[in-house]
T-cell receptor, first 116, second 112 residues
């Protein structure tokens, strides 16, 4: 079955540490996205990528970094510069707008990051 | 920029019908989508409207009025499993990218 796999499901980070969240998809989607969700709130866009070796900052990119070396993979690093990283992180993918009139995202099951 | 407004909470009873509204402000419009998210889970895509009118998919329907910058999600024959958060989203094509901007979500509680 095609889908998006995020790992780990739960992650604990010490103050001052960098951590990397994994996101892998086998849907052959070109576009991938990272969102952050805080309790009781909506999804805010961190970074997005439409194609390999290309990515763009979203609305809240400060303190985060990404890479897109392979079509299937879009890891997110939460750096020590992110002052309030405790949140639920969601990765998503989609076909590009040029390919369809329906731009539905497929989401992974998320990683819950807690600073300890 | 893009912004969306939707109610924070809605309560209904099993078997009833509930409507979740969404108003949006966008610099250009490329369709309104709806997603469902159960607590602790991943959002799942429900529907997409690019043109005015009602789109029906089983118990769920979605409506769009572009002239009013308004849409709604209609849930019929409510079941307990419909208790979840519902998000509306618009596409922001800035820079040629297909990225979605989400509303803050409406938490639906279905009671027996």
């Amino acid at each position: 079955d095609g889908g998006i796999t995020q790992s780990p499901k739960y992650l604990f980070r010490k103050e001052g540490q960098n951590v990397t969240l994994s996101c892998e998809q086998n849907l052959n989607h070109d576009a991938m996205y990272w969102y952050r969700q805080d309790p009781g709130q909506g999804l805010r866009l961190i970074y997005y990528s439409q194609i390999v070796n290309d990515f763009q900052k979203g609305d809240i990119a400060e303190g985060y970094s990404v890479s897109r070396e392979k079509k299937e993979s879009f890891p997110l690093t939460v750096t020590s510069a992110q002052k309030n990283p405790t949140a639920f992180y969601l990765c998503a993918s989609s076909i590009t707008y040029r390919d369809s009139n329906n731009y539905g995202y497929t989401f992974g099951s998320g990683t819950r990051l807690t600073v300890v | 920029g893009q912004s969306l407004e939707q109610p924070s909470e809605v309560t209904a009873v099993e078997g009833a019908i509930v409507q979740i509204n969404c108003t949006y402000q966008t610099s250009g419009f490329y369709g309104l989508s709806w997603y469902q998210q159960h607590d602790g889970g991943a959002p799942t895509f429900l529907s997409y409207n690019a043109l005015d009118g009602l789109e029906e998919t089983g118990r769920f329907s979605s409506f769009l009025s572009r002239s009013d910058s308004y849409g709604y999600l209609l849930l019929q024959e409510l079941q307990m499993k419909d208790s979840a958060s519902y998000f509306c989203a618009v596409r922001d094509p800035g820079g040629g990218y297909n990225k979605l901007i989400f509303g803050a979500g409406t938490r639906l509680a279905v009671h027996p």
